[in-house]
């Protein structure tokens, strides 16, 4: 069964809030045991929060566009529970407040759905815009946080997003909480490189993941997983492959972390071309979640510095496992794989674990890096943020950096620095506080 939201009393001027029109069809859809509902071609469909739910594939025709509303007051404030709030009182309002992973409102949501798929070639707009602060010319600091995500699925199974173009988010963009069974093949996902916090796609506890075919740029961390505070009873992330994807990012391209509640396992990245990024993948453990069981395989990254309130100092490959705070304790970070792996840019591979709390077992193979200067920022170093005290090492940087690890392999490993980066560089391969660290 097909349900065109325009029988359903949708305008699609641009102008109406149409959201009324689209939740009727959804949930008609839904209770009558699901089918399509399509948003046609040819027009914008102004709109606050929508509530997808089970059974229902969310169509957008090439040409429509779901545009998110300029009235914070059209988007659904939402309880600890995953429901909506019915009145507002009490609930957070829009200014910053503390964040443990669970955000305030959303524009697309669902909690505890199943068979659940957003398809087609259409455009999502999530307006961002309406959350513009402080602009330094290089980096877009929001109104308030946490903003608005374009889209929070929680507790989902059986979920596929396909084709979709997605873009203009202020937060982050695809937030998957505690689902299982999830396909995301084929998206386009465009946010400001400017664009504090817009991350691209975020699973958060989830299981069983498959994220392929995608173009991702963003002003934050383009693919990042996540373990975070308020939905530790999910469990792990695990069972997650990453392939075939173009990545773009202000931030890392690649992320694990830093909230991370409980483990990442069980991970694939492959076949993957990562460009002008402030990091290429990043490993960040601050909490007590551990990572082990991952392999990175077949990558090309290239990064470049960016100002300074971007984490990161172009490291191509960056695993830290420092505690957040004190009294948390970071988890452990261990067995994973490297091979394959081409790197261009304005930093090499950094390894630092902590005094008590080595990074272990991992293995670097056919890595070809080559070194050179390719933006007008300062090369400073290392970027430990978050963390206790500053966060920053400056110093020269080396092609390979690693302080507290113990058992680390490197093979074929070729190094090429070019004329434009000798003033700021060290040496090939630098290890402290290290130990049977081999390279053959």
Same mark, same amino acid.
């Given at each position: 069964?097909?349900? +065109?939201?325009?029988?359903?009393?949708?305008?699609?001027?641009?102008?109406?809030?149409?959201?009324?029109?689209?939740?009727?069809? =959804?949930?008609?859809?839904?209770?009558?045991?699901?089918?399509?509902?399509?948003?046609?071609?040819?027009?914008?469909?102004?709109?606050?929060?929508?509530? !997808?739910?089970?059974?229902?594939?969310?169509?957008?025709?090439?040409?429509?566009?779901?545009?998110?509303?300029?009235?914070?007051?059209?988007?659904?404030?939402?309880?600890?529970?995953?429901?909506?709030?019915?009145?507002?009182?009490?609930?957070?309002?829009?200014?910053?407040?503390?964040?443990?992973?669970?955000?305030?409102?959303?524009?697309?949501?669902?909690?505890?759905?199943? +068979?659940?798929?957003?398809?087609?070639?259409?455009?999502?707009?999530?307006?961002?815009?309406?959350?513009?602060?402080?602009?330094?010319?290089?980096?877009?600091?929001?109104?308030?946080?946490?903003?608005?995500?374009?889209?929070?699925?929680?507790?989902?199974?059986?979920?596929?997003?396909?084709?979709?173009?997605?873009? @203009?988010?202020?937060?982050?963009?695809?937030?998957?909480?505690?689902?299982?069974? =999830?396909?995301?093949?084929?998206?386009?996902?465009?946010?400001?490189?400017?664009?504090?916090?817009?991350?691209?796609?975020?699973?958060?506890?989830?299981?069983?993941?498959?994220?392929? @075919?995608?173009?991702?740029?963003?002003?934050?961390?383009?693919?990042?997983?996540?373990?975070?505070?308020?939905?530790?009873?999910?469990?792990?992330?695990?069972?997650?492959?990453?392939? +075939?994807?173009?990545?773009?990012?202000?931030?890392?391209?690649?992320?694990?972390?830093?909230?991370?509640?409980?483990?990442?396992?069980?991970?694939?990245?492959?076949?993957?071309?990562?460009?002008?990024? @402030?990091?290429?993948?990043?490993?960040?453990?601050?909490?007590?979640?551990?990572?082990?069981?991952?392999?990175?395989?077949?990558?090309?990254?290239?990064?470049?510095?960016?100002?300074?309130?971007?984490?990161?100092?172009?490291?191509?490959?960056? !695993?830290?496992?420092?505690?957040?705070?004190?009294? =948390?304790?970071?988890?452990?970070?261990?067995?994973?794989?490297?091979? +394959?792996?081409?790197?261009?840019?304005?930093?090499?591979?950094?390894?630092?674990?902590?005094?008590?709390?080595?990074?272990?077992?991992?293995?670097?193979? @056919?890595?070809?890096?080559?070194?050179?200067?390719?933006?007008?920022?300062?090369?400073?170093?290392?970027?430990?943020?978050?963390?206790?005290?500053?966060?920053?090492?400056?110093?020269?940087?080396?092609?390979?950096?690693?302080?507290?690890?113990?058992? !680390?392999?490197?093979?074929?490993?070729?190094?090429?620095?070019?004329?434009?980066?000798?003033?700021?560089?060290?040496?090939?391969?630098?290890?402290?506080?290290?130990?049977?660290?081999?390279?053959?």
């Amino acid at each position: 069964m097909v349900y +065109n939201i325009l029988d359903f009393g949708a305008k699609g001027d641009g102008i109406t809030n149409d959201a009324a029109a689209i939740q009727r069809a =959804v949930d008609t859809c839904s209770k009558e045991g699901g089918g399509r509902v399509l948003l046609p071609a040819g027009h914008t469909y102004n709109t606050g929060s929508i509530l !997808l739910k089970s059974n229902v594939e969310f169509h957008l025709e090439m040409g429509a566009v779901l545009k998110a509303s300029d009235s914070l007051e059209d988007y659904y404030p939402l309880a600890n529970d995953g429901k909506i709030v019915a009145h507002k009182s009490g609930v957070p309002s829009f200014i910053n407040s503390e964040y443990a992973g669970r955000p305030f409102h959303a524009f697309l949501y669902g909690f505890d759905q199943e +068979n659940v798929a957003i398809t087609g070639f259409g455009t999502i707009d999530a307006n961002e815009k309406i959350f513009y602060g402080d602009n330094s010319g290089y980096h877009i600091e929001g109104t308030y946080y946490p903003r608005i995500p374009l889209m929070l699925l929680e507790k989902f199974t059986h979920l596929t997003i396909k084709d979709v173009t997605l873009k @203009n988010c202020a937060f982050w963009t695809v937030h998957l909480v505690g689902c299982e069974d =999830v396909l995301i093949d084929g998206i386009r996902l465009l946010n400001n490189l400017q664009m504090a916090n817009s991350d691209g796609i975020d699973p958060d506890h989830c299981r069983n993941v498959r994220i392929s @075919n995608c173009h991702i740029e963003c002003g934050d961390d383009a693919i990042v997983l996540k373990n975070s505070g308020d939905y530790k009873h999910y469990g792990p992330c695990e069972n997650i492959v990453i392939s +075939n994807c173009t990545l773009i990012s202000t931030s890392a391209a690649i992320k694990f972390g830093t909230e991370g509640e409980s483990d990442f396992r069980n991970i694939l990245v492959q076949n993957c071309a990562i460009s002008r990024s @402030n990091r290429g993948i990043s490993i960040q453990i601050r909490d007590n979640g551990n990572v082990e069981n991952a392999v990175f395989s077949n990558i090309t990254i290239e990064t470049r510095r960016f100002s300074h309130e971007w984490w990161g100092r172009a490291e191509a490959i960056c !695993l830290t496992a420092h505690d957040r705070k004190e009294g =948390v304790k970071a988890g452990k970070v261990k067995n994973l794989h490297f091979e +394959n792996i081409t790197c261009k840019g304005e930093n090499g591979i950094f390894v630092r674990g902590s005094e008590d709390n080595p990074i272990e077992d991992v293995s670097f193979k @056919n890595i070809h890096m080559t070194l050179e200067k390719n933006s007008k920022w300062e090369i400073e170093g290392y970027d430990i943020r978050p963390c206790q005290g500053d966060g920053n090492i400056r110093t020269k940087i080396s092609a390979v950096y690693v302080e507290h690890a113990k058992d !680390l392999r490197f093979e074929q490993l070729k190094v090429d620095v070019k004329d434009s980066i000798r003033p700021y560089y060290k040496e090939e391969f630098t290890t402290v506080n290290s130990e049977n660290v081999v390279r053959n």
